[in-house]
């Protein structure tokens, strides 16, 4: 079973186009992230969501839109697509608590958005 | 701001061979959370180990163990008998507990870590 699952895997567009990204996760967790991977590879924290609210926003373009219709799904909607979107966006979640075992974030399997 | 700092980019070991990727941070908090991922060309990350800043045990995951210098702020992960399916980014990853849902991983740049057969 998949912990954390993303669609699509893939995504290539043109600039200008609106796409989403969905996120599911199967662990019963209550926080959920998305993290955005440039071409250095570098990871970055783009929003945290706990039981559906939003908790993080790290100064994101507000382009980007997330949506969590419930605590297990966190779905990334992006507008208006720029050249320097592209990137391998990750979802990830984590229990949400104080512990080690709770703070733990398990990710998704990454998405790859080219856009061109 | 916590910042996480991987140095070397690239690193190279013979199979069945040690080898150990280095790791500092910044901090000014006592308590927190240190974490090592793996990313094979995959791209999946995945959870390789953690430790807890209070615990003055190094954390050991049957290959993996870390070096955890506190003081230092120093946090390296020795690979033990090192075998092909190692070979991946690794990024050293610091989170702050105690923030409930505001806590967020903070990366390294990570290190490519080669195994030659």
């Known amino acids: 079973d998949t912990a954390v699952s993303q669609t699509p895997k893939y995504l290539v567009t043109q600039m200008g186009n609106d796409k989403s990204i969905k996120c599911e996760q199967n662990?019963?967790?209550?926080?959920m992230y998305w993290y955005k991977q440039d071409s250095k590879k570098f990871l970055k924290i783009m929003f945290s969501?706990?039981?559906?609210?939003?908790?993080i926003n790290e100064t994101v373009p507000n382009r980007f839109s997330p949506k969590s219709p419930d605590k297990a799904h966190l779905n990334l909607h992006i507008n208006s697509l720029e050249l320097g979107d592209s990137a391998v966006y990750f979802c990830?979640?984590?229990?949400?608590?104080?512990?080690?075992?709770?703070?733990?974030?398990?990710f998704g399997p990454g998405t790859r958005l080219l856009v061109l | 701001a916590q910042t996480v700092t991987q140095s070397q980019p690239e690193m190279s070991v013979q199979e069945a061979e040690t080898v150990t990727l280095s790791c500092t941070y910044d901090?000014?908090?006592?308590?927190?959370?240190l974490f090592w991922y793996k990313q094979p060309p995959s791209r999946q990350m995945i959870l390789v180990i953690r430790?807890?800043?209070?615990?003055?045990q190094n954390a050991t995951e049957n290959r993996f163990s870390v070096n955890f210098q506190k003081a230092a702020k120093s946090f390296s992960l020795k690979i033990s008998d090192s075998q092909l399916g190692d070979a991946a980014m690794y990024f050293c990853a610091y989170v702050r507990p105690f923030t409930g849902a505001n806590s967020k991983l903070t990366f390294g740049k990570g290190i490519t870590l080669s195994v030659r057969p």
């Open positions: 969501y706990n039981n559906k609210e939003l908790i």
């Open positions: 430790q807890e800043a209070y615990k003055q």
């Open positions: 662990l019963g967790h209550d926080t």
């Open positions: 901090t000014s908090e006592s308590d927190y959370y």
């Open positions: 990830a979640s984590s229990q949400g608590g104080t512990s080690v075992i709770q703070e733990t974030q398990y």
